[in-house]
């Protein structure tokens, strides 16, 4: 499985718990861990490409992601 990084503009636990909720039901072969502390990353372990889903459900919420 390879690791892909998101940045995000996401403050709380609880908008971050949220958008993995709402990920997961679009994404759900994937295993997602969200830093809300420092950067606010997201770190998502997949066997595919993912980022159009991913930043596709942030833009959709409001909020913004850049994978690095």
């Known amino acids: ?3 892909e990084v998101y940045k995000t503009d996401v403050k ?3 908008e971050a718990s949220y958008l993995v909720k ?3 039901f679009v994404i759900s ?3 997602m861990n ?3 502390e420092g950067y606010h ?3 998502i372990e ?3 490409e993912i980022k159009e889903m991913v ?3 942030f833009n959709k919420q409001g909020f913004q992601c850049q994978k690095l």
């Open 22 to 24: 709402l990920l997961q």
């Open 55 to 57: 930043c596709g459900v």
């Open 34 to 36: 969200f830093d809300t």
């Open 1 to 3: 499985m390879d690791i």
């Open 41 to 43: 990353i997201l770190k």
């Open 46 to 48: 997949t066997n595919r």
């Open 12 to 14: 709380t636990k609880e």
């Open 29 to 31: 072969d994937c295993i």
